[in-house]
């Protein structure tokens, strides 16, 4: 059975940091691309970053950019994405996801498996 369960999320003031981690267990990890989601209240989910299988692409969504770095350690199942100078408006649960699909994709349909998701909330 896969699971996936995230961790790392809190409360931060703005311009702070948090690092967000993704376990995964019941599959291999280097077999499947990863991304990490986001959706506040009242909004739809967005994508925030995605990885390659070995971790060699990466992708980001412009409100990440140069803010935000995914990573993977395949040995240990995990992904991460640490997040510095955040500000309120990345307040949000952040969901991690992951497909045997066909490439990394900021699109939630390509995903087959969700995480509980996380809470991060930045206070101005």
């Known amino acids: 059975q896969v699971q996936v369960v995230e961790s790392g999320g809190g409360l931060v003031q703005a311009g702070g940091s948090l690092r967000l981690s993704c376990t995964a267990s019941?599959?291999?990890?280097?077999?499947?691309?990863m991304a990490w989601f986001r959706q506040a209240p009242g909004k739809e989910r967005e994508g925030v970053s995605c990885?390659?299988?070995?971790?060699?692409?990466?992708n980001y969504a412009d409100t990440a950019k140069g803010r935000f770095t995914i990573s993977r350690d395949n040995a240990k199942n995990t992904l991460y994405l640490n997040m510095n100078s955040l500000k309120p408006e990345d307040t949000a649960e952040y969901y991690c996801?992951?497909?045997?699909?066909?490439?990394?994709?900021?699109?939630?349909?390509?995903?087959?498996?969700w995480g509980q998701g996380t809470q991060v909330t930045v206070s101005s």
């Open positions: 996801a992951a497909t045997r699909g066909d490439g990394c994709s900021l699109l939630s349909s390509r995903y087959n498996f």
């Open positions: 990885i390659s299988r070995y971790g060699t692409l990466t």
């Open positions: 019941g599959l291999t990890l280097e077999d499947y691309y």
